[in-house]
């Protein structure tokens, strides 16, 4: 049972436009809300996150959208740039400020900018 | 520079010779964890440990077994491996309590024939 889902495999987008990369989960009890990046021979770093006590986050180019009552997070990437292509996968945990660092992650999505 | 560290990064081995892959951390992280990588199915946690002697089991732990003898180490072993066992596997670490954020090391892809 996947708790966390990245429906869009794969994302293609022109450099200097906006990515707009999407995660829906179904477990109630998530309240923090993670991204991260992966490039190919490396591990997953981390970019962004988001408590379920807020809705937005913003961090330069980067800004993470929180929908509680629809069990949606988005991550936006404006301008996209040709080193922003990576996989990203969106994370979430229980416990907030309690918790162990114990991650459930979505399959990824893989996003490739054009120059 | 603080980091994650694993090895072998490459290995391809065959069906039931016991193979350990090592993880050691440098920023005196209390918790660690192991992850493996599969197309489709993202990255799922096999074992974790919040501290020397405390492990438990993840989401995955059919056929492997950890130890946390030092903070610093936290091995993964096949003790006799699959081929549904090829994947990708990450070790992870973060400080403790309230720690959400894990630093991953750079993977080590395991192929069983």
């Known amino acids: 049972d996947q708790q966390v889902k990245q429906n869009s495999p794969s994302l293609s987008v022109q450099e200097g436009r906006i990515s707009i990369l999407n995660c829906d989960y179904t477990?109630?009890?998530?309240?923090?809300f993670l991204w991260y990046k992966k490039y190919p021979a490396e591990g997953p770093t981390f970019l962004i996150s988001?408590?379920?006590?807020?809705d937005k986050n913003e961090d330069g180019r980067f800004t993470v959208f929180l929908n509680k009552s629809a069990k949606h997070l988005s991550l936006h990437i404006v301008p996209s740039q040709p080193g922003d292509s990576a996989v990203y996968f969106c994370?979430?945990?229980?416990?907030?400020?309690?918790?162990?660092?114990?991650?459930?992650f979505g399959q990824g999505t893989i996003l490739t900018v054009h120059p | 520079e603080a980091q994650v560290t694993q090895n072998p990064r490459y290995l391809i081995t065959v069906t039931g010779k016991k193979l350990t892959v090592t993880c050691s951390q440098n920023?005196?992280?209390?918790?660690m964890s192991w992850y493996r990588q599969d197309p489709g199915l993202g990255l799922r946690q096999i074992y974790y440990?919040?501290?020397?002697?405390v492990t438990d089991k993840g989401d995955v732990p059919e056929g492997y077994k950890v130890s946390r003898k030092e903070k610093r180490n936290f091995p993964l072993i096949l003790e006799s491996p699959s081929p549904n066992q090829t994947s990708l596997y990450f070790c992870?670490?973060?400080w403790g309590v309230g720690a959400n954020v894990l630093t991953f090391g750079a993977g080590s892809r395991l192929t069983v024939l």
């Open positions: 992870a670490s973060s």
């Open positions: 477990n109630s009890m998530f309240d923090y």
């Open positions: 988001i408590s379920s006590i807020k």
């Open positions: 994370a979430a945990s229980v416990g907030g400020g309690t918790s162990y660092g114990k991650l459930t």
């Open positions: 920023m005196n992280h209390e918790y």
């Open positions: 440990s919040m501290n020397v002697e």
